[in-house]
């Protein structure tokens, strides 16, 4: 048995890797005069749309979805070219935009031939900007008592209901909703799922405040008039579809290369901060065996949930049976976004809930750790509900479930 821990890559992958890279330096370099911000939800405007460009030039080469088929907006790439691409694209930093593409994966299962070639190109190529928008104001964990309706007229349906907790900056192409198809079948037979045009009459939007500048909209509905071919899957299969979704926004497909564990540059910075920075009595922090201590749960706390999703990664593209994975790589992400923060307030102390430019240590990263710990722990379902999902996938439960169905070729 061979326990080297060396990763080598092929001659083809390296020649790949060349040509991500210098693809890359001339692609993927962010005008100076742009600031970026510490979260994606602070973007200027000028910066959103230079980012909305750099995506749609990648969607073009088909490496926004490397793996999926070209016919359909993908890449078409093998696991191994794919693995270096994200290598590469993970170390040059790019900010994210909101942009939830998890429509994709749903409508590669449940969709028609002719959705697919409609909307997944578009969504594969950034082409478009969608928003899921399942949560509803008496609605979170339990998804299946939505109250938003869908009502059969004719060849379309009249959708009025209210959505929260959607979406980020700007605006939206696209929304990723559920609505109640059925008012007389039981619970998870009578949702409908639908790909909706943003701009058709009777939407509407507003925004909350939040500690966080995402999924702070209203979506509102009022008699929406949206034609059946935006429905995905069958018209009460809409629970069965949104669970396809869901499970790969927990991270059943896992992730690979630079910040899997999504610690938003945390960990680096508290190494740095250790480094450099005095205790009261003037001696270094990193000095103090109990930081050290912290610093070292905090990497290697990092590094689990990081080998979790390579290894959902390598599960999820080689089509291993997958139940209770995807929900464990959120459970522990969302885990160790909390401990980290934790953490960080016994490493920095009331320096963590600084934000301000004279005063903040590492730019504010702490600061806006803290905030960030606390609203990653829902979307896409609490740790909570992490491990319930884990637990039915375990037989643990009253029922053994099945994770929802996934496919990508
Ligand atoms: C920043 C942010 C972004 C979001 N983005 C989106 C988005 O893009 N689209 C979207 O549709 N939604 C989004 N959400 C909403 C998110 O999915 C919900 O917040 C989440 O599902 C929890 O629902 P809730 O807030 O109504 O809490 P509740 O469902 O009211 O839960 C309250 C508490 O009770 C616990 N709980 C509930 N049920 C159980 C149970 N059966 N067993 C044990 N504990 C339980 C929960 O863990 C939680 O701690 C976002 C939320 C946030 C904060």
């Known amino acids: 048995m061979d326990f080297s821990t060396e990763i080598t890559y ?60 070209s016919e359909y907006g993908g890449g078409g790439l093998s696991v191994d ?50 928003w899921q928008a399942f949560t509803e104001p008496e609605v979170g964990s339990d998804a299946a008592s939505i109250t938003t309706s869908a009502v059969r007229d004719g060849d379309d349906f009249i959708i009025n209901g209210t959505k929260v907790y959607i979406g980020g900056p700007f605006s939206a192409d696209y ?45 509102y509905y009022d008699n929406v008039r949206v034609p059946g071919e935006y429905l995905v899957g069958g018209e009460n299969q809409g629970w069965q579809v949104a669970q396809t979704s869901l499970e790969i926004e927990h991270g059943a497909g896992g992730s690979i290369g630079e910040g899997a564990s999504r610690d938003g540059g ?11 920075a005095v205790d009261g009595a003037g001696n270094p922090l990193i000095e103090d065996p109990r930081i050290r201590d912290l610093l070292v749960e905090a990497r290697i706390e990092t590094h689990i949930v990081e080998l979790i999703a390579l ?5 999820f593209n080689n089509q291993k049976r997958m139940t209770f994975h995807g929900s464990q790589n959120s459970l522990l992400r969302k885990l160790l976004a909390m401990k980290l923060g934790n953490i960080v307030l016994e490493v920095a102390g009331p ?24 609203t990653a722990h829902h979307p896409g379902g609490s740790s909570e509900i992490q491990k319930l999902i884990m637990a039915r996938r375990l037989g643990l439960s009253r029922s053994k479930e099945e994770a929802a169905p996934t496919k990508v070729a």
């Open 10 to 69: 092929s001659a083809e992958q390296e020649k790949f890797r060349q040509e991500v890279s210098v693809w890359l330096s001339e692609n993927a370099q962010i005008p100076a005069e742009f600031k970026i911000p510490r979260e994606t939800g602070d973007m200027s405007h000028e910066l959103y749309n230079w980012v909305r460009e750099y995506r749609k030039k990648l969607g073009a080469k088909g490496w926004l979805a490397p793996l999926w088929p």
């Open 81 to 130: 070219m794919a693995q270096v691409l994200e290598e590469e694209l993970s170390k040059r930093k790019i900010p994210a935009i909101y942009d939830n593409r998890l429509a994709a994966p749903a409508m590669m299962v449940w969709g028609t031939e002719e959705q697919k070639q409609r909307f997944l190109p578009l969504i594969n190529k950034g082409d478009v900007i969608t």
């Open 175 to 219: 929304i990723w909703t559920t609505a109640v198809t059925d008012q007389t079948s039981p619970r998870h037979r009578n949702l409908g799922a639908f790909y909706v045009p943003a701009d058709l009459p009777g939407i509407s939007f507003s925004d909350m405040e939040l500690i966080v500048n995402v999924g702070k909209r209203f979506v």
């Open 266 to 276: 945390v960990v680096a910075a508290l190494f740095d901060y250790a480094q450099t």
């Open 311 to 315: 290894r959902n990664y390598w599960m």
């Open 351 to 374: 320096y963590a809930m600084l934000n301000d430019s004279n005063w903040a240590p590492s730019n504010g990263v702490f600061e806006s750790h803290q905030r960030q710990a606390i």
